[in-house]
Nanobody, 127 residues
Framework: QVQLMESGGGSVQAGGSLKLSCAVS????????MGWFRQPPGKERERIAD??????????PYTDSVDGRFTISLDNAKNTLFLEMNSLKPEDSGMYSC??????????????????WGQGTQVTVSS
């Protein structure tokens, strides 16, 4: 079982920056995938960025709307996943959640039930 707790959300003006953190606790032995997702008000949850660390460490392409502005990273020593967000836009507003796959080889890019989820942290970007 893995527990996830996000922090770092808040209100910011367009063009500003935020850095989200996701503290991971529990047994990560079978976990090889983590990701950041967001759910804008009134819309479906969407994948933002993900990271794989099965053999080495790599990231998958970011969703187009954040590519070049957001950066995902993992600090293994601190068991913390980060999402650095720059040049924020009002359309970036939403509830941001981190996810960790329940077993090696799984992802939740398409199947959300494959992952453990945090409670989320709210990001509001004003114009």
């Amino acid at each position: 079982q893995v527990q996830l707790m996000e922090s770092g959300g808040g209100s910011v003006q367009a063009g500003g920056s935020l850095k989200l953190s996701c503290a991971v606790s529990g047994n990560r032995d079978d976990n090889s995938y983590m990701g950041w997702f967001r759910q804008p008000p009134g819309k479906e949850r969407e994948r933002i960025a993900d990271i794989y660390f099965d053999f080495g460490y790599g990231t998958a392409p970011y969703t187009d709307s954040v590519d070049g502005r957001f950066t995902i990273s993992l600090d293994n020593a601190k068991n913390t996943l980060f999402l650095e967000m720059n040049s924020l836009k009002p359309e970036d507003s939403g509830m941001y959640s981190c996810a960790a796959a329940k077993s090696r080889g799984l992802t939740c890019r398409y199947t959300y039930s494959n992952c453990y989820w945090g409670q989320g942290t709210q990001v509001t970007v004003s114009s």
